[in-house]
């Protein structure tokens, strides 16, 4: 095939009166003359001039939305407002039509509940070349960051047969026949028979694994799919999702911290630096989407605002306590405009008192350390007080919780009669705990939802639009 | 936590007395007074010096094999041979004792089927630390090469309700109640009350979705975890493996082989180049494992030799016609040594074939192109001549095929008819045959084994041994 030049090249020349190859998907053509094409290399168009004089007006008639379509052309300056080249077409040859009364995606605005319907095609659209492209860089920072720090990415395993965490929400896996599944004799399904020989599901959480590799390896992340099988529809949750979980041996909470947020800064710097175009498309989307709001429920800032905010702010660093004694002295606590009250210590907090703490009170990001232990999980470790174990939540705008983490009880003792309190099987995880049997060590890690990350650092509003097929109640088309 | 310095850093440390802190677990203490610590950053060992005479005795017992230390001391120079610096040790902590009566690892050799079954504690040897290492270079490798491409890292769906290719090799996902499932009236089991209200199962493959983001952002790409529900108990296969899977845009078949071949070159450079340690370890310990073996079916060349020689060879690229024509006129099928003698033209290939072509005929990496149509997959481009497609396989040493992939069917006319002809579910795929209908052009991809290159670039002979936590019949444990 002749080498094309794609269009994010094409547009940053500093050459022109050169020929070019470009191949792309129409997205206008209007006065029979100017080709808005599109190759997905960035968010911008680059205008294709069509001499229609000379032009077969059967070749013209073709040169629909979504036609793909291949010029050769004289790239040059373009007198034109809003660009710097255009081409001009020697050749057009059109690859593949696209019949415009058929094509679901017309040149105007569709809902993004329409553009979910058609998965397949909303790629095409600014909004979402621009939210994957972002998302891109998202993942490749995230690596880039883990592998200059001399993390060992680890391949925690998707299907297995521990359940530890997932307590009844994770989706089953099997080769049985599930008309007619074998049984053993009271009637219970005969799992032996089954692939693995036993029951087994979908991950709930690499980080148990991700331990094993951490006391070996010292530092190892994970960044894989997810799963729960809860049934949440919502614009936060999904039912598979992809996940980052560092573990780091010889890290305390502090060290702990320090990393994510140095994790969150170097990503959003990064989507800030290579995806500028992309953000500032997606900052106007929402500021547009913004105006149907009352202005009370505006932001103060733009998307770019915000994200530049977060990398000149320090996180505000408290404990789960004190985070408790200001919501409580808090206004709409006292006025009761909390739909759940803050009244003592001990409850979780829900998602109106994250968002107080983020928003209001303290407007920036937000790490709760030091929660109570029971509603926390086993593996984090006590504190000395009894009541709380040291771990730590991130909360950002908009968002609530974009990461999980804590140190990690290393002391077999604790970490037993913790098991045995929550009644977590010991005999299932004596791999878990052969890690504190045998070279113990402090350590900890987080997790970080990447579709979380991708909806702040986009400002969409669901979590259904920044990943490319979503998985959700009564939802696996594509 | 004080800061410590990575091993790593300090084997390559040009400064010496000077202060540190080092940590990691101990390989051997030999002589109450050398202690061979690692700390999982390297496969080197960096020595501490241990004053016994002035060391609580207390404290020496507990310098076992696997317990976890922190160490501060000064890096000083070596006199010890195969090492520049050691470090004097001022404090030693034990973190984490290792009891030497039943910590599994005993410094000595181990078989890799015995290491298979302490998986979690497999990471703490040479070997896996080795091959672990090399696993992560690779992934970053090959996020990089496609990042500095402008490819985009697109993460299909992991449940998919689309079995096209998986032909019963799927793994089922259900939220059902497997002992008592919904039934429709019939029996059969009532999918529109499971999770995602119809049947789904483990993607096979993320390559048709993979399509849907290429006529879009031209250049994408996935790496992401694949199924096969296939009893296979060999050595190289796994129920559960890595695959990374490019879709271009506007490439022909030649296009896809140069990227794919520019890819594992580019990916086993940055192997030899970041981890010369491991691949040397690694190739000794392939040399030593040879040495069992007949001298006659023993390597020509070093793991690292092998390694090189694929850098600096073009591959072979030949038609699968060619091919055939060699096989027949080879030795081996003239001497009936071929467990399956090579008759005629459109039977696949078998591995040994495979092996002939690349170990005794060409003597390096093997690209085969234009396949027979009826042994390959339905959204392959049909050739003119009526019977063959235009599909490439990679085959490389010791491995067999490694890449599999092809120009795609972009024609909706043949396609539709070729799934006619295979009996595959046009109604299913609606949204596979909408990238020909709007806007379609030629384009082509590949699938990467992720295991099968890591088996390659480390010398290992088992698939097993390259993922940390194996799945495969009768097995999810950890």
């Known amino acids: 095939m002749s080498q094309r030049t794609k269009i994010k090249a094409l547009l940053e020349s500093e050459q022109t009166n050169i020929e070019v190859i470009v191949k792309g998907w129409i997205r206008t053509f209007r006065n029979n003359q100017f080709i808005a094409l599109n190759d997905g290399s960035t968010n911008n168009n680059i205008q294709i001039v069509v001499d229609f004089e000379n032009t077969d007006p059967a070749l013209l008639k073709r040169l629909t939305t979504g036609a793909a379509i291949s010029v050769v052309g004289q790239l040059v300056a373009s007198l034109g407002k809003g660009q710097k080249v255009e081409v001009k077409a020697k050749e057009i040859e059109v690859l593949g039509d696209s019949d415009p009364e058929k094509y679901p995606l017309q040149p105007k605005k569709h809902s993004l509940e329409f553009l979910r319907e058609i998965a397949h095609l909303r790629f095409r659209t600014n909004t979402f070349g621009a939210i994957f492209r972002v998302r891109n860089t998202l993942s490749y920072a995230i690596h880039r960051f883990f592998n200059d720090r001399g993390f060992v990415y680890l391949h925690t395993p998707i299907i297995t047969a521990s359940d530890a965490e997932g307590a009844g929400e994770a989706f089953k896996v099997t080769n049985l026949d599930m008309a007619n599944p074998p049984r053993v004799e009271n009637g219970d399904v005969d799992y032996k028979q089954d692939f693995f020989g036993r029951a087994t599901n979908l991950t709930v959480s690499g980080q148990l694994e991700g331990e094993l590799g951490a006391m070996a390896l010292s530092d190892i992340y994970t960044f894989g799919p997810t799963f729960r099988a809860e049934n949440s529809n919502t614009t936060r949750h999904l039912a598979e999702f992809w996940m980052i979980e560092p573990e780091m041996a010889f890290y305390d909470l502090v060290d702990n911290m320090d990393l994510a947020e140095a994790l969150l800064k170097y990503v959003i710097s990064e989507a800030l630096k290579h995806n500028a175009d992309d953000i500032e498309f997606l900052s106007q989307r929402l500021a547009e989407e913004e105006k149907q709001k009352p202005q009370n429920e505006r932001s103060e800032m733009s998307l770019t605002e915000k994200l530049q905010f977060c990398l000149d702010n320090d996180f505000e660093r408290l404990t789960y306590t004190e985070a408790v004694d200001i919501l409580k002295e808090s206004a709409p606590n006292k006025k009761k405009k909390f739909q759940y009250p803050v009244e003592g210590w001990g409850t979780d907090l829900q998602s109106e008192h994250e968002r107080?703490?983020?928003?209001?009170?303290?407007?920036?990001?937000?790490?709760?350390?030091?929660?109570?232990?029971?509603?926390?999980?086993?593996?984090?470790?006590?504190?000395?007080?009894?009541?709380?174990?040291?771990?730590?939540?991130?909360?950002?705008?908009?968002?609530?919780?974009?990461?999980?983490?804590?140190?990690?009880?290393?002391?077999?003792?604790?970490?037993?009669?913790?098991?045995?309190?929550?009644?977590?099987?010991?005999?299932?995880?004596?791999?878990?705990?052969?890690?504190?049997?045998?070279?113990?060590?402090?350590?900890?890690?987080?997790?970080?939802?990447?579709?979380?990350?991708?909806?702040f650092v986009t400002g969409m509003g669901n979590i259904r639009d920044v990943i490319p097929f979503p998985r959700f109640p009564k939802n696996a088309e594509f």
Not at 397 to 404: N, R, S, T
């Open 356 to 455: 107080y703490l983020v928003e209001k009170h303290f407007k920036k990001p937000v790490i709760l350390t030091d929660y109570p232990k029971d509603i926390k999980a086993f593996y984090m470790r006590q504190n000395d007080d009894g009541k709380t174990v040291r771990a730590m939540d991130i909360l950002f705008p908009g968002i609530g919780e974009i990461v999980g983490g804590s140190q990690r009880e290393e002391r077999l003792e604790k970490l037993e009669q913790r098991m045995d309190e929550m009644g977590i099987p010991k005999e299932e995880l004596w791999w878990y705990l052969d890690t504190r049997r045998f070279g113990a060590c402090p350590h900890a890690g987080f997790g970080l939802g990447f579709e979380r990350l991708v909806l």
